[in-house]
């Protein structure tokens, strides 16, 4: 997979004793529209050592109107709402980043 120049880094704090909910719900009901309206997901993660509870999941943009668009079409998907009711007492905390790769140092990544 290529390097993308923009990564939307999402860190979702899950209730204790609640991600495996919380994958179940994000399964079934966020990955079929995420997967329509964002594409193809760059991974997910959850903490192994450290501040834990966390989900952490990736995707790739080509510049930031890439990224406003496809989020808007996200957040305009008809049974978005569904998922967010499903996963609202699920949610502790959702921290977000936009980061811009460094096209110097990306040259080493294995695409």
């Known amino acids: 997979m290529a390097v993308k120049p ?3 880094y999402r860190v979702y ?3 204790p004793r609640k991600m495996a909910e919380f994958v179940e719900v994000f399964n079934g009901l966020a990955m079929p529209i995420l997967k329509e309206t964002l594409g193809t997901p760059l991974g997910f993660y959850t903490t192994l050592v450290g501040t834990q509870n966390q989900f ?3 995707w790739g943009y080509d510049s930031l109107e890439d990224y406003e668009k ?3 079409a996200r957040d305009s998907h ?3 709402p569904k998922y967010l009711a499903a996963s ?3 949610i502790v905390a959702q ?11 990306n040259g080493w990544v294995d695409s």
Do not use: M, N, Q
Not at 95 to 103: A, R, V, Y
């Open 13 to 15: 704090t899950i209730t």
């Open 95 to 105: 921290e977000t980043s936009l980061i811009k790769g460094i096209d110097l140092l």
């Open 6 to 8: 923009l990564v939307d």
């Open 88 to 90: 609202a007492h699920l």
């Open 56 to 58: 952490v999941h990736l």
């Open 70 to 72: 496809r989020s808007a």
């Open 78 to 80: 008809p049974d978005f």
